[in-house]
C-alpha cells in the first residue's frame, strides 16, 4: 500500500470512527426538528420544572409538541432498560442524574452526542467519551428549624453531627445515596456507624425532609438541597442551613438514547437547555446553572463552600451502598 493512500484510508477512518461526535449545525437541527414535530423526554426532574423548560422551548420553537415522562432515578433506569431490551424506541432524550446516566452509558444504552454549546463548558461536566453533558448541579447541606436551633449552636462540621445534643434530632432522607455514598467514602464505616448510633429518623424525599422540618418534627435534617431550603425560608418557613464540607454536590444531565426516534429534536433541545437561555430558566427555576455567565443565587450559595462532586461510578455500587445504608439507618 502506498504512503498516500495509507494516509486516505486512515483520515477516513478517523473520520468514520468521529463520525457520532459531530453535531449538526443549527440550521440543521432545526430544518430536522421541523419534519419530526414532536419531542419526548425521560426524566426524573420535577413535573413543573419539565412544563417550565417547555414553555419557554415552545415559545422559540414552537413547531414541536412537547411530552414527557418522569419518575424516581432508579425506576426512570429501570424503564429505559426494560424498553431498550424490548426495542421499544419511545424516549428521544434522558435528563437524570449524572449517576443515573452512567449507569445507563455502562450498559451501552445511549449514543455518542457532544453538543456545539457543550464547548463553553468545563471538562468535569462532560463525559470524556462524548455520552452526556451536565446542565446544573445540586448541592447537599444541613437544614435546621431556626426557632428551635440558633445557628451558633447548630453543627459546624460534620463531627459535630455526632454531638449528644442531636441524638434522636436529626432526619435523614433515604433517597440521597449520593450524598450518604460520598460521606462514607471521605469520613468512613465508622463515623457512619455513630452517626447512626444518634437515631436519626430516616424519611423519604427531600420535599417531605424539609416540610417535617418547618414544622418541627426534628430540630436538624442531614443532605437536604441548597435551593429547596432557601426557597421554604423565603416563603417565610423557620428553616436555615449550613453548609458542612466539604459539600456533596452532583450534577443532573442530558444525553441521548441509543435510538431517538427524533434525533433532531432531542439535539435541538439539548443545544438550547445547555445555551445561555436554557441555562437561564434553570436559573429562574432554581437549580445551580453550570455556564458561569449566568448569575446564578444558589450559585454564590455553593462557591461559598469546598465542594466534592459525588463519582459519577456511583452506580457501578449502588447495591452495595443501599445495603450498607439499609444496615445502619433502617
Given at each position: 500500500?502506498?504512503?498516500?493512500?495509507?494516509?486516505?484510508?486512515?483520515?477516513?477512518l478517523?473520520?468514520?470512527?468521529?463520525?457520532?461526535?459531530?453535531?449538526q449545525?443549527?440550521?440543521?437541527?432545526?430544518?430536522?426538528?421541523?419534519?419530526e414535530?414532536?419531542?419526548?423526554?425521560y426524566?426524573?426532574?420535577?413535573?413543573?420544572?419539565?412544563q417550565?423548560?417547555?414553555?419557554?422551548?415552545?415559545?422559540?420553537?414552537?413547531?414541536?409538541?412537547?411530552?414527557?415522562?418522569?419518575?424516581?432515578?432508579?425506576?426512570?433506569?429501570?424503564?429505559?432498560?426494560f424498553?431498550?431490551?424490548a426495542?421499544?424506541?419511545?424516549?428521544?432524550?434522558?435528563?437524570?442524574?449524572v449517576?443515573?446516566?452512567?449507569?445507563?452509558?455502562?450498559r451501552?444504552?445511549?449514543?455518542?452526542?457532544?453538543?456545539?454549546e457543550?464547548?463553553?463548558?468545563?471538562?468535569?461536566?462532560?463525559?470524556?467519551?462524548?455520552?452526556?453533558?451536565?446542565?446544573?448541579?445540586?448541592?447537599?447541606?444541613?437544614?435546621?428549624?431556626?426557632?428551635?436551633?440558633?445557628?451558633?449552636?447548630a453543627?459546624?462540621?460534620?463531627?459535630?453531627?455526632?454531638?449528644?445534643?442531636?441524638?434522636?434530632?436529626?432526619?435523614?432522607?433515604?433517597?440521597?445515596?449520593?450524598?450518604?455514598a460520598?460521606?462514607?467514602k471521605?469520613?468512613?464505616?465508622?463515623?457512619?456507624?455513630?452517626?447512626?448510633?444518634?437515631s436519626p429518623?430516616?424519611?423519604?424525599g427531600?420535599?417531605?425532609?424539609?416540610?417535617?422540618?418547618?414544622?418541627?418534627?426534628?430540630?436538624?435534617?442531614?443532605?437536604?438541597?441548597?435551593?429547596?431550603?432557601?426557597?421554604?425560608?423565603?416563603?417565610?418557613?423557620?428553616?436555615?442551613?449550613?453548609?458542612?464540607?466539604?459539600?456533596?454536590?452532583?450534577?443532573?444531565?442530558?444525553?441521548?438514547?441509543?435510538?431517538?426516534?427524533?434525533?433532531?429534536?432531542?439535539?435541538?433541545?439539548?443545544?438550547?437547555?445547555?445555551?445561555?437561555?436554557?441555562q437561564?430558566?434553570?436559573?429562574?427555576?432554581?437549580?445551580?446553572?453550570?455556564?458561569?455567565?449566568?448569575?446564578?443565587?444558589?450559585?454564590?450559595?455553593?462557591?461559598?463552600?469546598?465542594?466534592?462532586?459525588?463519582?459519577?461510578?456511583?452506580?457501578?455500587?449502588?447495591?452495595?451502598?443501599?445495603?450498607?445504608?439499609?444496615?445502619?439507618?433502617r
Open positions: 500500500m502506498s504512503r498516500a493512500l495509507y494516509l486516505i484510508l486512515a483520515v477516513a478517523v473520520c468514520w470512527t468521529q463520525a457520532p461526535l459531530l453535531a449545525t443549527q440550521e440543521q437541527l432545526i430544518a430536522g426538528a421541523k419534519k414535530g414532536k419531542l419526548v423526554v426524566a426524573s426532574a420535577t413535573a413543573p420544572q419539565l417550565m423548560y417547555f414553555t419557554a422551548f415552545n415559545k422559540r420553537y414552537p413547531f414541536i409538541k412537547t411530552e414527557f415522562f418522569r419518575t424516581g432515578k432508579q425506576k426512570l433506569v429501570s424503564k429505559i432498560l424498553e431498550e431490551q426495542k421499544q424506541h419511545i424516549a428521544d432524550l434522558i435528563h437524570t442524574s449517576i443515573e446516566t452512567n449507569i445507563l452509558k455502562k451501552g444504552v445511549l449514543s455518542r452526542h457532544v453538543p456545539l457543550s464547548a463553553s463548558y468545563p471538562a468535569q461536566y462532560k463525559d470524556p467519551e462524548g455520552f452526556w453533558t451536565s446542565v446544573y448541579a445540586s448541592g447537599t447541606l444541613l437544614g435546621f428549624n431556626s426557632r428551635q436551633v440558633k445557628r451558633a449552636e453543627p459546624k462540621v460534620y463531627e459535630d453531627l455526632l454531638n449528644p445534643r442531636w441524638k434522636g434530632g436529626l432526619a435523614i432522607d433515604t433517597n440521597k445515596i449520593e450524598w450518604f460520598m460521606l462514607l471521605i469520613k468512613g464505616r465508622s463515623f457512619m456507624e455513630k452517626l447512626a448510633a444518634q429518623s430516616p424519611r423519604d427531600n420535599t417531605l425532609v424539609l416540610q417535617l422540618l418547618a414544622a418541627g418534627e426534628f430540630p436538624g435534617a442531614t443532605g437536604v438541597y441548597e435551593y429547596s431550603v432557601e426557597d421554604l425560608k423565603s416563603r417565610g418557613a423557620p428553616v436555615d442551613w449550613i453548609g458542612l464540607e466539604p459539600v456533596i454536590t452532583y450534577t443532573v444531565a442530558v444525553s441521548l438514547p441509543s435510538q431517538p426516534p427524533r434525533p433532531f429534536a432531542a439535539k435541538l433541545f439539548i443545544e438550547w437547555l445547555l445555551s445561555k437561555e436554557g437561564e430558566v434553570i436559573n429562574q427555576y432554581g437549580r445551580v446553572p453550570i455556564r458561569d455567565d449566568v448569575e446564578s443565587k444558589y450559585g454564590k450559595i455553593l462557591k461559598q463552600h469546598k465542594l466534592l462532586m459525588t463519582d459519577v461510578d456511583l452506580g457501578q455500587r449502588e447495591v452495595e451502598v443501599n445495603e450498607t445504608f439499609r444496615k445502619l439507618f
